[in-house]
């Protein structure tokens, strides 16, 4: 299955994600967006640049940080052979999986502004098949899919210390 997930380089005190190679190829390398999450300096660093040349860097200190919010948007199923049969045909193999922060207002702290982060295109999480235990996969791992974009926020929620959200 096709992925397309976020470069992530994770060091001791900082964590940097930008768009995937194959992502950047596809957009003919005219958009990149990076996220520097820096634990010694508070603060996570977004930088996203369109065409080359215009760039757009944002600071946000941690203690503006209220949640990581993580959803996924499945996407339809396009195989010809799905709309033949009688059985679900409206069943996906892959979503989109979203990652955003959400930050707190200055004048009301009940009142939040989504910040996002990336979006990773990757297969749902599902039971293992007869091909899965053929190419070796053991059977006590639980569900494949979505072991990306989930990593991602297992790093995001060690280092920002807030708690995981669907909106």
Known sequence: MLSITPNVEVQADSVHAC????????????YSHCVTVQRHLQRVVISTRWLWL??????????????????????PSLAFWRYLS???????????FLISIALKRESNSNDWTEVPLFTVWE??????????????APDDEGLIGDESPRAIVE???EYLRVPISSH
């Open 19 to 30: 768009t995937s190679r194959l992502a950047r190829l596809v957009w003919l390398f005219s």
């Open 54 to 75: 215009w760039q757009r860097v944002s600071v946000v200190p941690f203690e503006r940080i209220s949640r990581i919010i993580y959803r996924a948007q499945t996407l």
């Open 86 to 96: 009688l059985a679900d045909s409206g069943a996906s193999e892959s979503a989109f």
């Open 123 to 136: 297969e749902l999480p599902r039971e293992r098949d007869w091909l899965d235990k053929l190419a070796g």
């Open 155 to 157: 790093i995001l929620r």
